[in-house]
């Protein structure tokens, strides 16, 4: 029995399924826009590219377990992300574009975390202490249909979250921890219920997390875990599924402390408080905005269901949410890791969102709805009156921005994108006009909206913008005038380049980057601006000739110094 009460009341009309058609064709309309039709953006998604690239003509295996740019480490104690890509570039047919292979499995793991959240709360919300209040005379949600109304939502409050879009469509090291940190939660959640599915979750999440660049986060996951199952109540599983839990966690911690250890990626930093007014201020705007809606909505969680808290035997449906949230809200303080730290957090967060749902009243729904149909709506008005003026220079205000902002820009309309961006408006104004209307209540109701309205934005940005996007975000327009003054050649040997800026000169321009110091004779020699002093006492400039110089359109901090050598 149950020593509090819980403070769900939820009826059986009340968990009526989601259709799985609708669920999984928001999943699609908010997984592939980002991954298709776009240049690898700076900074960290080209960087991260251009070290899968190397790692193709790496000579030796040795070279796999230290990727480097030109000689230049990663920013990240990361393989496993690069080897991903770099194993699906050379799988690839060759009619398929480097950066879209490397982009397969990437997407592949965003997929992952969205399935890892949705069971994961699947089984959490099976615990009894999750579990609505009891009806005298019946009426109650059922177990099985209560657990898949609040998963459902789980799944849509991660997919609403605003912090998730943009890095969970970079092929990045963090969306990797990102994806096995979700495999770790349902391999927790899931250990009473599904012994082969938990424990392959965890001897993949653990390692995988510290190969990817958290082993550290992954020896302190596996060594709460441990234990949390030691001690009485905590994860409350019966005795077998705790003795092979335990076997477990501790060959799958093993195994990370031997990967850290033996591949050399412990790099554990800590960042100097951020502090001062201006530092909490801009600390406090990252959490507020990188993970709403889900913060409100687990703080409300957690005081609604404060009773159960104290109780360690009635809180595995709060306490493993918190504990895997716990960590990257400590490393996004602590480290120099900040918004990409705070990513992982998001499952575990979602999952508490999720719980928020049984405790709404019908005033708190009709709020949030209405806020949403209000936020993202203006929103998407907005993006399609700026897309608009580029094609047509109407309103003239928003198009002067855009010249402004974009200098020598020129839009390109896409029947593609204009017709998905149009079914996306669409379907949102549908979704809205139904959703307002007066329905009958169900638990998942409360986070439809914000989920569409985020993946509808994120869609429409995706697809109406992506030429202006990739115009201002990404390098290749500055490669391309680079290229058009030095055509094809050999190699070219560069200077004061960051890691971003040498994966776009050999992927957007097709050289070969040798650095300026070294024996190498090329034709032309690549100077950032503000390198130029610092050139090596090997070059002289005696022996170039100036060319030119190339800014980034949107940039003009990023500009290139063109020098053709003479002898």
Known sequence: MNSKPSPAIVTQDAVRRLPRWALLLLCVAYVIPGYVGREPWKNADIAAFGHMLELLDAPR?????QPTLMGMPADTSALLPYW???????????????????????ALMLVGTLAATWYAVYHLAWHPSAQPVAFAFGGEARPKDYARALADGALLALVATLGLA???????????????????????AALPFQPLGSTLALLAGLPGLALSGAPVTALVYGGLSLLALLAPGLMQVEAAARRRGLWVLLAATSACAALAWGTDLVRWQFAPWRGGWDGGRSLAQLFLWFCWPVWPLALWTLWHWRRQLPAPRQHRHLGLPLMIASLPLVNTIATPAGDRALLLALPALAALAAFALPTFKRGIASLIDWFTVLF????????????????TGVPAKPAANVARLAPGFEPIFQWPAFLAALAATLAWLALARWRTG?????????LVLPAAGSTLCWLLLMTLWLPALDYGRSLAPQMREVRQRIGAAPCVQVHGLSQHQIAAVR?????????????????????????????????????????????????????????????
């Open 376 to 391: 993202f709506s203006g929103w998407a008005i907005v993006i399609w009156i700026v897309w608009i003026a580029m094609e």
């Open 84 to 106: 991903l890509g770099a194993w699906a570039m050379q799988l690839a047919p060759a009619w398929l574009a480097p950066d879209l292979a490397a982009r397969i499995p990437f």
């Open 166 to 188: 943009q890095f969970s469509h970079e092929t990045t090291p963090a969306l990797a921890q990102l994806c096995f940190g979700a495999l770790v939660f349902y391999g927790l």
């Open 507 to 567: 992927f957007h321009g097709g050289w070969r980057p040798l650095p300026a110091r070294g024996p190498a004779r090329c034709p032309w020699l690549l100077v950032d601006i503000d390198a130029q002093p610092s050139l090596p006492a090997t070059v002289h400039l005696s022996d170039w000739r100036a060319a030119g110089q190339v800014p980034r359109p949107t940039d003009r901090n990023e500009t290139l110094l063109i020098y053709q050598r003479l002898r």
């Open 61 to 65: 295996w040795q070279d796999w377990l």
């Open 438 to 446: 007066r329905h009958r209540t169900a638990l998942w109701k409360s």
